[in-house]
């Protein structure tokens, strides 16, 4: 019965989170949440949880998922927050695992072939001061903020690849296999029982 209950959980969880996209092995998700600076995205979104796992400010690490947040950023209340700084160091933009994906102003350039999606004469530092990474409303285009500026949203990315989940099989096939296998258990315990 204990593992039944668990499966429910797992399922309603999924369920819990309405805005949510998968992509590969991380999922994506947009909170709206008013006048968040970014560190309050950041503390929020490390508080987050989905399918038993820990949330961060998102990364962006291909066109695909790029392509995802403009699907979520579909009437969002405004631009969003992503995890992406150059608070530590000026010019190094870095996401919350301290992978570095750009380097220097808008005429720098990616690290390393990472993805960026910097909307013209981006990143700028306007008035010395942007540090926070932005996605912005409706174009989708990343800017540079201040990160004392308040948004109405942010993204948290989950990685899926920490579940222990086959990678060959979908995730709802995983957890609907996982829940037969509790309903049957169950089953053959009630019938062993009388």
């Given at each position: ?15 819990a ?5 998968v992509?590969?092995?991380a ?11 970014f ?22 690490l291909?066109?695909a ?6 699907g ?8 969003c ?5 150059d ?20 005429t720098g350039s ?25 996605i912005t ?5 990343w ?12 993204f948290?990315?989950?990685?899926l ?16 296999m996982?829940?037969m ?6 089953y ?5 029982a009388?």
């Amino acid at each position: 019965m204990k593992k039944l209950f668990i499966v429910c959980l797992l399922l309603a969880s999924q369920w819990a989170h309405a805005q949510v996209v998968v992509v590969g092995k991380a999922a994506f998700e947009r909170v709206d949440s008013a006048n968040v600076t970014f560190a309050d995205a950041q503390a929020e979104a490390a508080s987050r949880t989905y399918m038993g796992l820990g949330g961060e400010l998102a990364s962006v690490l291909s066109a695909a998922e790029q392509a995802a947040l403009e699907g979520l950023l579909a009437g969002a209340p405004s631009s969003c927050w992503l995890g992406g700084s150059d608070a530590a160091v000026e010019g190094e933009w870095r996401w919350q695992d301290g992978t570095q994906f750009w380097q220097g102003n808008q005429t720098g350039s990616a690290v390393g072939g990472m993805y960026n999606n910097w909307n013209a004469g981006e990143p700028n530092d306007a008035g010395g001061n942007e540090d926070g990474l932005a996605i912005t409303f409706p174009s989708g285009v990343w800017n540079d903020g201040p990160v004392t500026a308040t948004l109405n949203c942010y993204f948290v990315r989950y990685n899926l690849a920490l579940l222990p989940v086959p990678a060959t099989q979908p995730l709802g096939l995983w957890l609907m296999m996982l829940a037969m296998a509790a309903l049957g258990g169950y089953y053959l315990s009630r019938k062993a029982a009388i």
